[in-house]
């Protein structure tokens, strides 16, 4: 769903004459297995197609449907969806390249792809690992060892302590030397999992184990460092590439300030307000990084960035990031075309000289959570997916489709949409569109917060840092009212819709030729006036629509009046409509699904729902009030529990697995368990009851108020 990339021009003789002299030692590669899924493995498949290169899919039980299977030359099964007994599990992968004869295995980002013992393990095969030597995974994936060998290589370091001694109190000490707040990292972390912030001492033990059961969960190590933490820090990073003739280049530098849940949401390039003198500094320093453990292929090196633009290492990423395709837009590379060349033996194409800075780009992540949950990861069916049109500067990376289902199993990244523009003023005013045009129904999304981010005034003006969300809350999530606008939008369009309908319906049973087919709001002598009631929310709106002679409309409500007309086309379950509200023209698609009207705008999305009559109402809408309900969707991890059980509020309850990140279920107050309604392993739905508590004695309790 990206136009197709270039290749970049700029192949020098020079280069071209190193290639013939390497050739001899190149070996082609004419099939790649991709152990991933999803958006990456889609877009490795793509750059594979343009080059004429064969590919081959792997897929767990809940990946049968997915649009990297449908898409790749060839597909094989390799479990169940727990990523555990599936995309993790070294020897079915190396099976199925030894099976399906693939010379080369790309592993994407993520599962296994900077896991030392499978890039061994693909050597000892003889099947050509797209990635950098074991060697250099092993020495930049534990993080006390890259600290030590990015000193002695000349890159600035941050202090702190990476010692063998993790004890609590020989943690809690050194914590105390370096000074709060301080960062607890898990040694093999990476996206965020495993990491904690301890802003005193009084913290320090409860958020060091909270950091190493994650560190567990995720990379099976609870081994910590700690570091000094910088406050209000910046996160740039300088994407590099090495290849096995000791060529080096960095391809400039990414900003990835602005996160949640300490993962990255939207990343830019480069970065804003870098002087010249600091890009360049900071490009060295990551090509030190990288030839400090012979690094070969697509790296990426991470910096701490202070207020001064002081920066320090933080870590170096052994594989292709998430963020890479806005490097792409601002150099004109194909960084995925350059990974299979370079394991393949070949050079790189450029040298630094040649690398040049063009433009601004922008990504945006769009996931399925709830931001005003706390960014609570989700799940679900794309009921509805309609996206901005691809074009030269417009990327939409994904690996879902309308009907697709966001699993429980897996990253709840529903796509990346990327710009490019000339400046970063007008790549700024691209993205805000682009996200203004993506409209998904379904399950929740991130991208009315992405909006509402990248309109704000700090964010234009650049100044980003990591603490950009907490510090900026409340105008990143203001309260947000429906405008008179999207209320007449809204209701025209039903008016549409449904003359539609009765005009689709007369056309069947009536002469075409009738003059009673197309006088559905006709009357004699008197105009037509229907009546509508909406509710947004808890507030009911009633509406009296007018039809005027010319089909145009008299909409009143709340004590105003609106002069509005409008036409409607059809795209899909939804509507496009074209509707001028008193003069004033505007666009909006509206989806009516069940009894709720979603209408889309440049002013984001609105969800309105049409009243249900009473006599269909449940008669019990309370719900159980002493039941404890999953607050989204995933996999029980454990049950701390049992029937009978007396617990006290904050006592934790169950333990959930979602998006690979862990959640503690905790007593919403003191009470006697009753019933628990899952046991560990099973998989549950947003919403579903997890735990039952027995109702309190009523007569007891009002003997105890009396």
């Keep these: 769903m990206f136009p197709k990339l270039k290749l970049c021009s700029r192949f020098s003789s020079t280069v071209n004459q190193l290639r013939k ?7 082609p590669i004419n099939k790649i297995l991709i152990a991933n899924r999803g958006e990456i493995a889609c877009r490795v498949i793509r750059t594979a197609r343009r080059l004429g290169i ?12 997915s649009l990297h299977v449908a898409m790749a030359d060839e597909a094989f099964h390799i479990g169940p969806p727990a990523a555990s007994q599936s995309y993790l599990q070294q020897d079915k992968i190396i099976q199925v390249a030894k099976q399906s004869g693939a010379q080369a295995i790309h592993p994407g980002y993520g599962f296994l792809s900077e896991n030392t013992e499978f890039a061994e393990l693909c050597s000892k095969e003889g099947v050509i690992f797209i990635g950098p030597p074991a060697s250099a995974i092993r020495d930049m994936g534990i993080k006390s060892t890259s600290k030590s060998i990015m000193a002695s290589a000349g890159v600035p370091v941050i202090e702190g302590y990476h010692g063998e001694d993790q004890s609590n109190e020989t943690l809690k000490k050194e914590a105390a030397m370096i000074g709060y707040p301080v960062m607890i990292k898990a040694v093999r972390g990476g996206g965020g999992k495993g990491m904690r912030i301890a802003m005193n001492a009084e913290e320090f033990e409860g958020q060091l184990e909270s950091a190493r059961t994650e560190g567990r969960k995720s990379f099976g190590d609870d081994v910590m460092l700690l570091e ?19 060529n080096y280049v960095y391809l400039f530098e990414r900003d990835c300030s602005v996160q949640r849940r300490h993962q990255k949401i939207i990343e830019e390039a480069p970065a804003p307000g870098l002087n010249e003198e600091v890009r360049r500094s900071i490009g060295e320093a990551a090509v030190r990084a990288a030839q400090a453990v012979d690094y070969v292929g697509a790296g990426t090196v991470e910096f701490i960035m202070d207020k001064d633009q002081k920066f320090y290492f933080m870590e170096m990423n052994t594989r292709l990031q998430v963020e890479h395709p806005v490097t792409e837009m601002v150099t004109d590379t194909d960084l995925v075309e350059w990974q299979i060349k370079v394991a393949g033996g070949e050079p790189l194409p450029i040298t630094q000289g040649e690398v040049k800075l063009k433009g601004h780009a922008f990504e945006a992540r769009i996931y399925a959570e709830d931001p005003s949950n706390a960014f609570m990861p989700g799940a679900g069916p794309l009921d509805y997916l309609r996206t901005p049109k691809p074009d030269q500067n417009t990327r939409i990376e994904t690996g879902v489709r309308e009907g697709d289902e966001v699993s429980v199993h897996y990253d709840p990244m529903i796509a990346k949409l990327v710009v490019w523009s000339d400046d970063r003023l007008s790549a700024l005013r691209s993205i805000r569109s682009a996200l203004s045009q993506y409209h998904v129904l379904g399950l929740s999304t991130n991208i009315q917060f992405l909006m509402d981010l990248a309109r704000h005034p700090e964010f234009e003006a650049g100044n980003v840092h990591t603490d950009f969300i907490p510090q900026y809350n409340e105008q990143l999530f203001p309260v947000r009212s429906l405008s008179d606008k999207t209320i007449c939008q809204a209701a025209v369009a039903l008016m549409l819709i449904e003359q539609e309908k009765v005009h689709h319906q007369a056309c069947s049973t009536l002469d075409p030729f009738s003059p009673f087919s197309a006088l559905s709001s006709v009357r004699v002598n008197t105009a037509a006036v229907h009546k509508l009631s909406l509710q ?15 089909r145009s409309y008299c909409l009143t409500f709340g004590g105003k009046s609106f002069h509005v007309s409008g036409e409607i086309h059809e795209e899909g379950e939804g509507v496009k409509l074209t509707c001028s509200v008193d003069g004033v023209f505007s666009k909006a698609d509206v989806v009516l699904n069940n009894s709720t009207v979603h209408v889309f705008s440049t002013e984001g999305k609105y969800d309105l729902t049409l009243p249900i009559p009473s006599y269909l109402k449940s008669k019990d809408e309370s719900g159980f009030s002493e039941d404890v309900l999953a607050p989204m969707p995933g996999v029980i991890e454990k049950v701390l529990v049992t029937p009978g059980t007396q617990v006290q509020k904050g006592d934790p309850l169950v333990v959930m697995i979602a998006m690979k990140m862990e959640y503690i279920i905790k007593a919403p107050k003191d009470a006697k368990v009753q019933t628990i309604s899952y046991n560990e392993g099973e998989t549950v739905a947003k919403g579903t009851t997890l735990v039952h508590f027995e109702e309190e004695d009523q007569s007891k309790k009002e003997i105890e108020s009396e």
């Design 228 to 246: 000094k933490f910088v406050e209000t820090p910046r996160h740039v990073e300088v994407q590099v590439f090495g290849d096995r003739h000791g």
């Design 54 to 65: 064969q590919t081959v899919a792997v897929y767990s039980d809940a990946d049968r449907e």
């Design 536 to 550: 947004d929310g808890d507030k009911k709106l009633d509406i009296a629509i007018q039809t005027n002679p010319d």
């Design 21 to 27: 002299l390497s050739s001899k030692d190149a070996t």
